[in-house]
């Protein structure tokens, strides 16, 4: 079964930083591409980012370009969020999901609750 | 960037009643990558229709996707209790991959 699990998210600080996590299964990690979708509380989904199966090409959405840094370590089937700076508006959860040019987000982890709140 | 834009924001209706949303693109979408997600509440998006009109692996065949070019609509021929949630479209035609506002469909 195809599994994705998102874990590390929580509350921090204004201006604090936070690593998101998701581990992959049930399927080959290393042949697909990832990315983080995120969705703030009564909100829509909003593309966060995304790498490409060796990790050479990665993709920001503009309000995080600096301070948020995607990654993953295909020995370990898992893909990263380092996020730096947090801001308020950066409260979501952070769902991660798999895809390959031309096909969909499928399937789509749990989420993990970012709050960044003083 | 393409810009997904959907309506109704609500649509109120009964069980048993058709369904039908709209998904307007700013320009072309790319070879008709358009796919649709349902969501409920606390729950992560679920992929229903990919490619415009082909329903996903065990997705119920009221759900219907029909559209080309800049405009989609997603069907429901009648719908059951487990179908009122909000519906989001999205494009995965060109980056970056963008999604629509989404649809809330609720029970009138």
């Known amino acids: 079964e195809v599994q994705l699990v998102e874990s590390g998210g929580g509350l921090v600080q204004p201006g604090g930083s936070l690593r998101l996590s998701c581990a992959a299964s049930?399927?080959?990690?290393?042949?697909?591409?990832m990315s983080w979708v995120r969705q703030a509380p009564g909100k829509g989904l909003e593309w966060v980012a995304n790498?490409?199966?060796?990790?050479?090409?990665?993709y920001y959405v503009d309000s995080v370009k600096g301070r948020f840094t995607i990654s993953r370590d295909n020995a370990k089937n898992s893909l990263y969020l380092q996020m730096n700076s947090l801001r308020a508006e950066d409260t979501a959860v952070y769902y991660c999901?798999?895809?390959?040019?031309?096909?969909?987000?499928?399937?789509w982890g749990q989420g993990t609750l970012v709050t960044v709140s003083s | 960037e393409i810009v997904l834009t959907q309506s109704p924001g609500t649509l109120s209706l009964s069980p048993g009643e058709r369904a039908t949303l709209s998904c307007r693109a700013s320009?072309?979408?790319?070879?008709?990558?358009l796919a649709w997600y349902q969501q409920k509440p606390g729950q992560a998006p679920r992929l229903l229709i990919s490619g415009a009109s082909s329903r996903a692996t065990g997705i119920p065949d009221r759900f219907s996707g029909s559209g080309s070019g800049t405009d989609f609509t997603l069907t429901i021929s009648r719908l059951e209790p487990e179908d009122f949630a909000v519906y989001y479209c999205?494009?995965?035609?060109?980056?970056?991959?963008?999604f629509g506002q989404g649809t809330k469909v609720e029970i009138k």
């Open positions: 049930g399927f080959t990690f290393s042949s697909y591409w």
């Open positions: 320009q072309s979408v790319n070879s008709n990558y």
């Open positions: 999901a798999s895809y390959y040019p031309g096909i969909p987000f499928d399937p």
């Open positions: 790498i490409k199966q060796d990790g050479s090409e990665k």
């Open positions: 999205q494009q995965y035609g060109s980056s970056p991959r963008t």
